[in-house]
């Protein structure tokens, strides 16, 4: 399985960009990279995924760098919903993923 | 497409209780999956099914761990002589095929007192 690493938490003002980052250096080149958030008590929920091409959708953009060992997830416009853990994950060909602990997102006002 | 359903929500059990736990996956959803999650860790892979197979079995779960997927769609979990280590909370992700998408359940929280 592919390890990814993120920050361990991070601050954000309200209506500004969030920019989390996540390293995945032993990528293979078919694994695609996936981006899953988790309010409190909740199940995580799908945000956004990708393979080499920047990808855009409703909630986020994802940009992965083009040697494919490092993404950005970008809320271009965070509120305070917003505020919740974030994970990086790369799940294997079978689907069989291994979360980290997540970045913790803070929204403030 | 109603999502990912898991009964019950919460579950409090006494040490040395059976307890049993119910996904229901998306509809058509070919991939189940279950995780177990601890306080201010992320979920962490204990086993998956395709249709009714179970594939894989992490080595977290132990012997009193047991998991079906009877007739491929509905999972059931069930831990056998309950001990307080196994509080936490139980995840069910199902996906369309292995490299689809998971979408999770929201997850049935067991306290074993």
């Known amino acids: 399985d592919a390890k990814t690493t993120q920050p361990t938490s991070m601050d954000c003002a309200e209506g500004r960009a969030a920019n989390l980052p996540c390293n995945h250096s032993t990528i293979s080149g078919n694994e695609y990279v996936y981006w899953y958030r988790q309010i409190h008590s909740q199940g995580p929920q799908y945000i956004i995924h990708g393979l080499k091409n920047n990808e855009t959708n409703e909630m986020a953009s994802l940009i992965i760098t083009e040697d494919r060992k490092s993404s950005t997830l970008i809320l271009p416009h965070a509120t305070l919903r917003d505020t919740a853990v974030y994970y990086c994950i790369v799940p294997t060909n079978a689907g069989k993923s291994t979360f980290g602990d997540g970045t913790t997102l803070t929204v403030k006002p | 497409d109603t999502g990912v359903s898991q009964n019950p929500r919460h579950k409090i059990t006494k040490r040395g209780q059976n307890v049993t736990f119910r996904c229901d996956p998306i509809?058509?959803?070919?991939?189940l999956y279950w995780y177990r999650q601890t306080l201010g860790q992320g979920p962490e892979f204990l086993t998956y099914?395709?249709?009714?197979?179970?594939?894989?079995k992490s080595r977290l779960l132990s012997d009193r761990f047991s998991a079906e997927r009877p007739k491929g769609s509905f999972s059931t979990l069930e831990i056998q002589r309950t001990e307080q280590g196994d509080s936490a909370m139980y995840l069910c992700?199902?996906?369309?095929?292995?490299?689809?998408?998971?979408?999770f359940g929201p997850g049935t929280r067991l306290t074993v007192l």
């Open positions: 099914f395709q249709n009714e197979a179970q594939l894989e």
């Open positions: 509809s058509e959803h070919n991939r």
């Open positions: 992700a199902s996906s369309l095929d292995p490299a689809d998408t998971q979408y």
